[in-house]
């Protein structure tokens, strides 16, 4: 092939945004003019290596558009020290069949049990596996959306969040909300009902929620579109937080506060 022609191929790959084969074509015509491999299967194989390259970084952009500020893995995380929650059980979330069912995950259970370990997880799954995703603790969450509010932009901020595949919220019930902010969540997931996924995070039972919201009402109307179609995974067990404290010679300090009492 000539260099004119060899050029005009690597514009024409170039303008068609097959940016790998454009890279790569000088070794495939090289390799090609040195082995009896039929075209047709050498074309195949450069495609395919086109097409990985494209998912590779499809899922590299939707990673970074999902917010997730840490990378877990399911296959790390300690099942054993968790009561609630089996490797069968995982097996069925990492496969992502609640998504395409536009199904909820609530995991459920005190600091320290790996929910978030499990939530970020699956995020990441979802990002590579071809979802998008979007991440953000409950605390951020609710700021977002009273700037929203205070701002006019309320509704165009709840039809961004109902974009993704799947909103994950992490966090749910470290901090009370206000009505007004109780209302905004319930709004959320009114929005999100039955169209895409939420997997959330919580140290609160359902029957804490009205407390935790500051209206049963709203609680209950929540809860309701949230958990109509959804898997609800209750964890226990012991943080791992407080048995690596254990472990170094350190006191939790419940136990500490207890010792005290005890002396007096």
């Known amino acids: 092939m000539s260099s004119v022609a060899l050029e005009l191929l690597r514009n024409n790959l170039t303008e068609l ?6 890279n790569y074509i000088d070794t495939f015509l090289h390799e090609q003019a040195r082995n009896d491999k039929p075209l047709v299967e050498a074309l195949c194989d450069l495609l395919d290596h086109e097409v990985t390259q494209r998912r590779q970084r499809a899922a590299k952009t939707r990673l970074k558009l999902s917010r997730l500020p840490q990378i877990k893995d399911l296959e790390q995380f300690q099942i054993e020290a968790v ?9 069925e979330l990492a496969s992502l069949a609640f998504i395409e069912r536009k199904e909820n995950v609530v995991l459920m259970g005190p600091s320290g049990l790996g929910k978030t370990h499990i939530l970020s997880a699956l995020v990441y799954k979802a990002c590579n596996q071809g979802f998008t995703a979007y991440y953000m603790s ?28 799947l909103l994950a919220i992490d966090e749910i019930g470290y901090e009370s909300f206000s009505r007004e902010e109780a209302t905004l969540l319930f709004n959320l997931v009114a929005s ?15 029957g804490q929620w009205g407390e935790l ?7 209950t109307a929540t809860l309701d579109r949230l958990l109509h179609h959804a ?6 067990g012991e943080s791992y937080r407080i ?17 005290k009492e005890n002396r007096k």
């Open 231 to 236: 898997d609800v995974v209750i964890m226990k």
């Open 192 to 206: 999100r009902y039955e169209k895409s996924s939420i997997i959330l995070t919580t140290n609160k039972t359902f």
């Open 83 to 91: 009561e609630g929650i089996t490797r069968k059980k995982l097996n």
């Open 138 to 165: 409950a605390q951020e969450l609710i700021e977002e959306l009273l700037k929203a509010k205070r701002q006019n932009r309320l509704k165009r901020k709840l039809a961004s969040l109902c974009k993704p595949h």
């Open 17 to 22: 945004n097959l940016g790998f084969i454009s």
């Open 243 to 259: 048995k690596n404290r254990s472990k170094l010679g350190l006191v939790p300090l419940n136990r500490l506060s207890s010792a």
């Open 213 to 219: 919201m500051g209206d049963n009402a709203i609680a």
